[in-house]
């Protein structure tokens, strides 16, 4: 609280001042805990987002689904250990996301091996690993 130590104001003045400082105090205190409460808060799209992302990502990001894919699932550790004794037989073609969340999403990648048909396998990418 701050007061005017001033010989020639008078008591309406000082608690005028005393009140005015008071509120800029609580106002100060709402203004910070607004901030916080926002900040804490979780973002979650609705279902028509997430459709729209998924489906985007799908459209034009394909081959960088393939690529997050092969370097942050088994899926790639496998490609090398059978293409170190096969000389490539082992292929990813494409990727797609099926489910997103908070922390994880989910791939359907199709896979080649050995000139054999295409098999689909769901592979889960764990968000934390992706951050460079």
């Known amino acids: 609280m701050k007061e005017l130590s001033s010989t020639s104001s008078s008591e309406s003045e000082k608690t005028h001042i005393v009140e005015t400082s008071v509120v800029e105090s609580q106002l100060s205190e709402l203004k910070t805990t607004h901030k916080e409460i926002i900040v804490e808060q979780p973002k979650v799209l609705d279902e028509k987002q997430l459709d729209f992302v998924i489906g985007y990502l799908n459209k034009h990001h394909g081959r960088l689904l393939t690529k997050i894919a092969e370097n942050f699932s088994q899926l790639g550790i ?31 990648v199709d896979l080649q091996e050995r000139r054999e048909g295409i098999k689909t396998k ?3 990418i764990d968000l934390g690993k992706l951050m460079w």
Do not use: Q
């Open 122 to 124: 769901r592979v889960t």
């Open 78 to 108: 496998e490609k090398k250990k059978k293409n170190a004794w096969s000389g490539g037989s082992f292929e990813i073609i494409s990727s797609k996301i099926v489910n997103i969340n908070t922390t994880s999403f989910e791939l359907d």
